[in-house]
């Protein structure tokens, strides 16, 4: 369930979940926030539809399946998956939360509490994240979309495209290119797009996959 209120911006959502799911979540959640990705620009990397970790951390999906840790793991990445166990004690553990995501300027504030039979509230977790939404550095950000969009059009003219292509993939190639971070999968997911939306060919296909999700192909009909 999902409650706006528009003058503190603030959306509650509540589940009824296993310590054990919100363990992982709040593991997928701190090292998604501490890479810099937004909810879209994760599900993109791991070749999932844009609101997939967003459906997650509103609780309106619960749970993780072994293939979800796997894409995930490549996506952050991450060399193990020792890196997503969580470290709750009470695993079997299931009780109603409630997370609230607080939007205040450039940050979001994130807790998640445990509800109680009493309706008494345990805080289980805290996060800060940047706000996506919040126009800082739109130069730079503008900047590096062109140069994402410069990049992506040199590989579409190339070979890399003739087989199909994980989103990770491209990002690292793209990434490569520049030899710095300053670009972010944000600005590759909009170049796939334009790549894709093309009214003449050849443009690229974006193509399901049982072990990655999608991937991206260039198509000459």
């Known amino acids: 369930m999902k409650e706006e209120n528009k003058k503190s911006a603030s959306m509650i959502f509540s589940a009824r979940m296993s310590s054990l799911n919100v363990a992982m979540l709040y593991s997928f959640m701190l090292k998604r926030i501490a890479k810099g990705y937004s909810t879209s620009e994760i599900s993109f990397l791991m070749g999932y539809t844009t609101d ?3 459906q997650k951390e509103e609780l309106k999906s619960i749970g993780f399946s072994f293939e979800d840790i796997h894409c995930f793991k490549q996506a952050m990445e991450e060399q193990s998956l020792r890196a997503f166990a969580p470290g709750y004690e009470n695993q079997n553990y299931t009780a109603d939360y409630l997370l609230i995501k607080q939007v205040e300027g450039p940050g979001i504030h994130i807790k998640m ?5 009493d309706q ?14 919040y126009a800082r550095h739109q130069t730079i950000n503008q900047e590096n979309a062109a140069l994402a969009r410069a990049i992506m059009k040199v590989l579409f003219e190339g070979r890399l495209f003739y087989t199909p292509q994980m989103p990770l993939t491209i990002y690292q190639r793209c990434r ?3 030899g710095s971070e300053n670009i972010d ?22 193509i399901r996959s049982k072990e990655y999700g999608c991937m991206y192909e260039k198509v000459f009909e």
């Open 176 to 178: 490569s290119a520049v």
């Open 113 to 117: 509490l445990r509800i109680a039979e």
């Open 52 to 54: 997939f970790i967003k």
């Open 185 to 206: 999968p944000k600005h590759v997911q909009a170049a796939l797009s334009e790549l894709s939306n093309k009214k003449d060919f050849p443009r690229l296909k974006r």
């Open 120 to 133: 008494s509230e345990t805080l289980m977790f805290q996060l800060l994240e940047e706000n996506p939404a």
